[in-house]
């Protein structure tokens, strides 16, 4: 009974530190997140299908990158690793990078078609809170809407990055 109480509070601090985040995030960069929405609303689909590609093939290089890079230093040669790791660090944080501002543009159109009449930072905070929950339901939310949601998202970054309407 304890660990569930543990790992449930842990979950609870987890989706707190979360929304704070994502509200610094939508604050540093409310053009692109907006811009990411707007993809978003105007095809779903289409930013599914593009962050879905171009995850798993920026996913692969990265992967493959840290197992050369692995494999150099289990030979003791570090100057490879050196050269291979720094390649595989950037891609792992720019994945991140777009799929959290992807994940945001998520949230924050999740906070306003559930809470309109909120102010823009409790409808972020709100949209965390229902979307972590959401996703920490076991099998449906680990493997069909956290995958869905986070794709999307990343896709939607991707096409907003060469629409040229603002």
């Given at each position: 009974m304890i660990e569930i109480l543990r790992v449930a509070l842990i979950i609870l601090l987890?989706?707190?530190?979360?929304?704070?985040?994502?509200?610094?995030?939508?604050?540093?960069?409310?053009?692109?997140?907006?811009k990411t929405m707007n993809v978003v609303q105007q095809m779903p689909g289409r930013a599914f299908g593009i962050g879905l590609v171009n995850f798993l093939f920026f996913g692969t290089i990265t992967i493959l990158l840290f197992a050369v890079a692995e494999n150099f230093q289990k030979s003791g040669n570090n100057f490879p690793y050196t050269i291979l790791i720094i390649p595989a660090l950037f891609l792992t944080g720019l994945l991140l990078g777009v799929?959290?501002?992807?994940?945001?543009?998520m949230i924050t159109l999740l906070g306003e078609q559930l809470f309109?009449?909120?102010?823009?930072?409790?409808?972020?905070f709100w949209g965390t809170v229902?979307?972590?929950?959401?996703?920490?339901?076991?099998?449906?939310g680990w493997f069909l809407l956290?995958?869905?949601v986070a794709l999307t998202g990343f896709g939607a970054f991707i096409l907003g990055?060469?629409?040229?309407?603002p």
């Amino acid at each position: 009974m304890i660990e569930i109480l543990r790992v449930a509070l842990i979950i609870l601090l987890l989706t707190l530190g979360f929304a704070c985040y994502f509200l610094i995030l939508g604050a540093f960069f409310p053009r692109r997140v907006s811009k990411t929405m707007n993809v978003v609303q105007q095809m779903p689909g289409r930013a599914f299908g593009i962050g879905l590609v171009n995850f798993l093939f920026f996913g692969t290089i990265t992967i493959l990158l840290f197992a050369v890079a692995e494999n150099f230093q289990k030979s003791g040669n570090n100057f490879p690793y050196t050269i291979l790791i720094i390649p595989a660090l950037f891609l792992t944080g720019l994945l991140l990078g777009v799929l959290f501002i992807g994940l945001l543009a998520m949230i924050t159109l999740l906070g306003e078609q559930l809470f309109p009449d909120l102010s823009q930072w409790r409808r972020t905070f709100w949209g965390t809170v229902i979307l972590a929950f959401a996703c920490a339901v076991p099998v449906l939310g680990w493997f069909l809407l956290f995958p869905a949601v986070a794709l999307t998202g990343f896709g939607a970054f991707i096409l907003g990055l060469f629409q040229r309407n603002p």
